[in-house]
């Protein structure tokens, strides 16, 4: 968001305790949204482990990773810069 927004600020909270009105604004119209923003990446790797051994586990989500993630240029364009 920040790439897309500059000057942008969001933060996640577990609960918002007297919004403000731009706050309650958005709990209303967008609020539920925030149940899928979890990201979860956990899954059953046993059978892959016993195929081809030990693998690490996959990297962190961070912030270079949802930078690419979203990315609207498209390949061509990112591989130029």
Do not use: C, I, K, W
Not at 13 to 38: C, I, K, T, W
């Amino acid at each position: 968001m920040r790439t897309l927004y500059p000057g942008l600020r969001l933060t996640v909270v577990p609960a918002v305790r007297n919004p403000s009105r731009y706050e309650a604004l958005v709990l209303q119209h967008a609020g539920h949204l925030l149940d899928f923003s979890a990201q979860r990446r956990t899954y059953d790797r046993t059978h892959l482990r016993e195929d081809v051994g030990d693998l690490p586990d996959p990297p962190d989500v961070d912030a270079a990773y949802l930078s690419r993630a979203f990315d609207r240029r498209d390949a061509r364009q990112r591989a130029a810069v």
